[in-house]
């Protein structure tokens, strides 16, 4: 089996950022990739697709927030 996962990062207007996933995967003979693609590559690429992406938010988020300078509270500066 052969397969290939790729991200690409496109800038948006407004400092937004819109992340495309894309992959390829291979594999011989041919009954078996169509065997495998449906029963087996679905119900496990999916979940674990899906917690990267809530990951990869999490850490976005958090990074935005750790560059966001603090505002002082009122009455402390």
Do not use: D, H
Not at 3 to 24: A, D, H, K, Q, S
Not at 35 to 47: C, M, R, S, T
């Amino acid at each position: 089996m052969e397969g290939l996962w790729g991200f690409l990062l496109n800038e948006l207007p407004g400092g937004r950022t819109r992340l495309v996933i894309g992959g390829y995967q291979a594999l011989r003979p041919r009954w078996l990739e169509r065997f495998a693609f449906y029963w087996l590559y679905i119900p496990v690429v999916w979940p674990m697709q899906a917690r990267m992406l809530a990951v990869l938010k999490r850490n976005i988020e958090r990074a935005a927030r750790a560059r966001t300078p603090a505002v002082p509270s009122p009455g402390t500066a």
